[in-house]
């Protein structure tokens, strides 16, 4: 059946035109509904140093919902201005926290990250928390929550994690109505978030030139940075490109909403989007192994970004590995040393 309307939507809707980078970002945040947000009333809830870093947890309303809790990670004697980092926790499933997964706070070592936080990592990450990784290297790292993850999940009725994440996930088709009944998407509330979350960590006098990283959903979050944030200097998108038309076959109902705007596909594939913000540097990670996307869909992805680079071929970076869905230890490095290259000259 979808092979068929895929037929008849190809035929009469005539979906992935190839508009400039320029006009597709701008038609795209307009389909999206991507919200026009600001991070008002910023507090500093707690702070805490862990050897040679230094730490803040952060609060901020973006005027619904809960408040939005952030780590901030930095080298702790280091002198400023220093490169900043918006690090954008992953999807993965677990909807009981967000930034946990990819930053250690005040309370670890003792008692440590939870056990389901433990599996996220070993599962995706290599085992370890890559944002105090890359504070340690130079950079003041921000890592917030987002839209129905951790600070901003919903109340469900369940407080434990594995009960809330599977509520969550039976929850997030209801989300993502709510936001098209107003005139948003799930993920155009998502890109307003951690757009007022890079605009603060631009704002603050100890931070540079700013980018952003991120896996999987993470990596979504960081491809919507980089096309609608014109001041986003550099952005690593790991395990989250492919083009939808290979997708279409067995891959749909593997992702969560935010990687179905609707009105995206009318205006161009989801590579051209992720490459629409040429010339400005960008890092795409393929894991080849990657159960989440066919690899037809990553190579035509490449083939697509490449096109749009062709101008500045120097400012994309291509990161192929022979591994599943990940951003292990090998891709962080990879991705620590890019972003320091491009950030700190």
Known sequence: MFAELAEVAAAQLG???????????????????????AAGDVRVERSWTDGDLAGEELSWSVGFGPRTHAYLLRPRDAA????????????GG??????????????????????????????????RAYANELARRGFVVLAPDVLTWGSRRFPLGVDEPGPYDAAARDHEHVVAKYCAALGTSFAGVAAGEDLAAAAYLRSRPDVGTVGCVGLSGGGLRAALLGAFDPDMRAVVVAAMVSSYRDMIDGYVEKHTWMLWPPGLPRLGDWPDLVAARAPEPLMVQYALRDELF????????????????????????????????????????????????????
């Open 80 to 91: 400023g201005p220093l490169p900043g980092v918006v690090a954008l926790h992953c999807h």
């Open 294 to 345: 066919p690899e037809p869909g990553m190579r035509r992805a490449h083939t697509m970004i490449e096109e749009r680079y062709r101008e500045a071929p120097d400012a994309y970076e291509a990161v192929w590995a022979d591994v599943p869905h990940s951003f292990d230890v090998t891709r962080q490095e990879q991705a620590f040393d890019w972003l320091a290259q491009r950030l700190k000259a």
């Open 94 to 127: 677990m909807k009981w926290v967000g930034k946990e997964k990819i930053a250690d706070g005040p309370s670890v070592p003792s008692p440590g990250p939870s056990l389901e936080v433990q599996r996220v990592r070993e599962r995706l990450y290599g085992g």
């Open 15 to 37: 979906p992935y035109p190839s508009l400039p980078g320029p006009e597709l970002r701008r038609a795209a945040r307009a389909a999206m509904g991507v919200l026009d947000l």
